[in-house]
């Protein structure tokens, strides 16, 4: 079993940056890609997010905003977001899948492990 907890959500103003954070916890060393996603209220989720063996993929909207990275050592995967802007509202969701297989990187049914969320709140 996988277990995952994000942290690092809050709200901001346009223009602003915070950095989202997921503990991962549990058969990290079986974990091989993992995702961000996001749902805003009366929207489907949606990927923003992912990585596999090193090589980032990102939603078009966030490409050159977001940026998904890893600390190995600490088992923590973060989502730095800048320039947010009110598009950005959702609650943010860390997901890892261990098989990974017919990769889709921004495909909710890639992922069969899935953390609680984190709020992300972005003001005009």
């Known amino acids: 079993q996988v277990q995952l907890a994000e942290s690092g959500g809050g709200s901001v103003q346009t223009g602003g940056s915070l950095r989202l954070s997921c503990l991962v916890s549990?058969?990290?060393?079986?974990?091989?890609?993992i995702a961000w996603f996001r749902q805003a209220p009366g929207k489907e989720r949606e990927g923003v997010a992912s990585?596999?063996?090193?090589?980032?993929y990102y939603v078009d909207s966030a490409k050159d905003r977001f940026s998904i990275s890893q600390d190995n050592a600490k088992n923590i995967v973060y989502l730095q977001m800048n320039n947010l802007t009110p598009e950005d509202t959702a609650m943010y969701y860390c997901?890892?899948?261990?098989?990974?297989?017919?990769?889709?990187?921004?495909?909710?049914?890639?992922?069969?492990?899935w953390g609680r969320g984190t709020q992300v709140s972005v003001s005009s």
């Open positions: 549990g058969y990290r060393s079986s974990v091989n890609c």
């Open positions: 997901a890892a899948d261990q098989r990974c297989l017919g990769w889709s990187p921004l495909r909710v049914d890639q992922f069969n492990y």
């Open positions: 990585m596999l063996s090193g090589v980032a």
